[in-house]
């Protein structure tokens, strides 16, 4: 008996071996991950300096862990067996709590906080002061404020936090938005909020900025490809996947959306369709990543301008608050130098300037230029 | 390279394996030597040759030891071998720790050298001078091939972080060994535990330790989760690192000394050093301990002896005040036990395995930190210093997250699952389910393991900097 275990040890472990080191030899390499949303890492190019500075090593540990075959399956197994085997309650930083995945919390990083109030700072001294447009902030708060602590997981402290921010800016009103949502008005796989739950939030906005609003009478359109948040791939566990909707009426469908990407004006739409059936199916709204674009809507003939300094989740709210304006010209500072949005914005005509952001922007900063 | 890679998993060992089986018995030490070299490379491209040059210094001094035995020249090749390695290991590892403190204590500036520090150097610097040493004591015989010398230096199962192989303990092993299914077999299920070891169980735990170096909501009781998440996290890190070592080796036909034998089982803080690290404390018992006179001295000089080996041994884990603190801290230990304790300890069943992992713990938060500022930070929050909380909401969370793993940490640190297994085998039935699960449980490990790795969750061995 000893014997023959013995030997199926051996023959065992050295099929595995040379099975998956064949498998890894001859499987080719994967451009991108969808479960992740990233570019793999390819196999490093050989050379003599390469390997001696030792880049060429380190290039390869991240391709053949990328690369590896059945990478997803594995990536699977492994949150199965945190979850299970070893009972934590998160994986690679995610958990699932009321049906939602959720990421946790960074704790408060002052730093990061710091960066983003000198950002704003810096377009409120170079464009703002001298204007005479109303200045105004909402911070919107991740799913974490209404799922984390009451479900047992650490959460941000964001009465403090969003207090903090609104210390330093105190030159922008402050429209508070928490008690308008629930943990039900973001997708469940993904961080973003969802266009057709958001529209009381829009109508505070509005209401709040002294804006006339009409009926806001949408027609609610689905899409038929499932939605897998970015949460679902990180946390490598298969959950229900969720359905991406989005918002028409006649006055939006009558607007305008001009791209500046390139430099020069691109019209698009407000829902790029294109991006709908991608990737990423939530940068359908104002077709995602974007530095600079305009709404206009002709439905509003009085002019009234706003400008709306975002991140992500503008891209869905700012088509809801166009019914208000008669143009809206949205800026993301991650894309495009703060010290460059004079040259194509006119902060003179504008009545109104709202800073929308996520407080895991706000916590995690860097980007913003 | 590391042995929880997939580089090395899956690309290296297989290329290996290969080529060891298949080359003829004269050639496998090639082989190996090769092998090692290229591992070595993969991780420090440059410092190869500082290990080549090591190699060759301790060939031609080892030769030169041996003819002149019984004259005045052999001692003196022999102190200049001690020489040469202590003198590059210090240079290496030791020479900016100087010159900061000398810049420190003096006000002279003197621009550091910042070199990297090759990975394992305090390891094969130890295995070598073992070399020239016992071949000056006449313990064993000059190696005459300079490969079968460089692939004992180099061999890539234990080169970078131990076990320390003596010499002596594998001269005859490099010249015959046997290769058998049953060897390979016991290596296979040794390497694939401790590979689970590592990835597994001390990777979960460093995790658990970073999340409590990151978290601004520290608590006492955060602080003695994180020490006895890290104490855990080291023991499995490293003697994880030591199964695979020893695995590896007696694949390849080595037998490899321990270096681990449950240590938190220890029933003092003397024992416990039997059975952390055996390979460091039995050289430093050879080599400088015994030689300085051992126990057969007076008191004062026994202190003296004492004091100066646990000074060299915190000294050897980095060059650091905190580990030279470590070092003390034990020295101080083990004597108030030799003179007063150990008596005590024998009385005292249950108590005296808290009193070991209690100062085991405060030992490693010394350990573990960057500096000796960080180590009294971390051990005054152990007692509340710093006017910290008691518990933290951070400190509940993070003990629900991880009780379970530290659980079956615990017990995996401890003889009974090999008592389990052994009690099992006793029945008829028992030994049946051992013997039809044990091949499944390893390759469940493996596969296990593997979706680890290729999800990324990857950390260094810790005794990598030392």
Known sequence: MKKIKNTVSVVLFAAILLGVSAACLLKPADAFSDAERRALAQMPEWSAQSVINGEFMEGFESYSADQFPARDALRSFKAWWTNTVFQKKDNNGLFIAEGHISKLDEPENEEMLAHAAERFNFLYESYLKETDAKLYLTIVPDKNYYLAEKNGYPALNYPTFIEKVQEKTEYLQYIPVTDLLSADDYYTTDTHWKQENITDVAKHLLDTMGVPTQKGDYTVNRLEKPFYGVYTGQLARKTKPDTIAYLTSDTLDACTVTYYDTGKPVVGELYNMEKAGGKDPYEMFLSGSAPLLTIENPSVTEKRELVLFRDSFGSSIAPLLAEGYSKITVVDIRYIQSSFVGNFVDFDSCEDVLFLYSTSLLNNSLALR | ?466
């Open chain 2, 1 to 466: 390279m590391l042995f929880s890679s997939i580089p090395f998993l899956y690309y290296f060992l297989p290329c290996v394996l290969i080529l060891y089986f298949i080359v003829p018995k004269a050639l496998k030490n090639t082989v190996l030597l090769i092998s090692s070299l290229v591992f070595y490379a993969w991780g420090e491209p440059k410092y190869v040759f500082l290990m080549i040059a090591t190699v060759l210094c301790g060939y031609v001094l080892g030769l030169l030891i041996e003819r002149y035995r019984g004259r005045t020249a052999s001692k003196g090749f022999m102190l200049l071998s001690v020489v040469a390695f202590l003198g590059a290991l210090g240079y290496f590892k030791y020479a900016d720790f100087f010159i900061e403190n000398f810049s420190k204590a003096t006000g002279v500036s003197v621009p550091l050298l910042q070199l990297a520090l090759p990975i394992g150097i305090s390891f094969y610097t130890f295995q070598i001078l073992s070399y020239t040493i016992d071949v000056y004591r006449g313990n064993v015989a000059a190696q005459k091939n300079p490969i079968d010398l460089a692939a004992y230096v180099s061999l890539f199962p234990q080169l970078i972080a131990g076990p320390i192989v003596r010499y002596v303990d594998v001269a005859e092993q490099l010249c015959v060994r046997t290769h058998s299914f049953e060897k390979a077999a016991l290596g296979i299920r040794r390497f694939l535990f401790g590979l689970a070891k590592k990835i597994l169980l001390a990777n979960t735990l460093g995790e658990l330790c970073d999340a409590f170096m990151a978290s601004p909501d520290k608590s006492v009781l955060f602080y003695w989760l994180y020490a006895i998440a890290y104490m855990l996290q080291i023991y499995f890190d490293f003697s994880g690192y030591s199964d695979m070592a020893i695995g590896l080796g007696k694949i390849l036909g080595f037998e490899f000394l321990e270096n681990f034998n449950y240590p938190f089982i220890a029933k003092s803080i003397t024992d416990f050093w039997r059975r952390w690290h055996m390979s460091l404390g039995t050289w430093f018992r050879d080599y400088v301990y015994i030689p300085m006179g051992g126990n057969r001295v007076r008191k004062a000089r026994l202190l003296l002896n004492i004091f100066t080996v646990w000074f060299l041994t915190g000294f050897w884990h980095g060059a650091e005040w905190n580990f030279i603190v470590w070092g003390l801290y034990f020295a101080v230990l083990l004597l108030v036990e030799k003179f007063f304790l150990l008596k005590q300890l024998e009385k005292l069943k249950g108590i005296r395995h808290i009193y070991v992992l209690f100062f085991i713990a405060i030992s490693f938060t010394i350990f573990s930190a960057n500096g000796m500022g960080e180590a009294l930070s971390r051990v005054g929050g152990m007692f509340g210093f710093g006017g910290i909380p008691f518990a933290s909401a951070a400190w509940l969370y993070q003990l629900k997250n991880y009780g379970f793993i530290l659980l079956i940490a615990i017990f995996a640190a401890t003889p009974l699952p090999k008592k389990c297994i052994a009690y099992l085998q006793t029945k008829k039935v028992g030994a049946i389910c051992v013997n039809l699960l044990e091949i499944p449980v390893l390759v469940c490990l493996l596969l296990a393991a593997t979706a680890f790795l290729a999800d990324g969750s990857f950390n260094p061995f810790l005794y990598f900097r030392f």
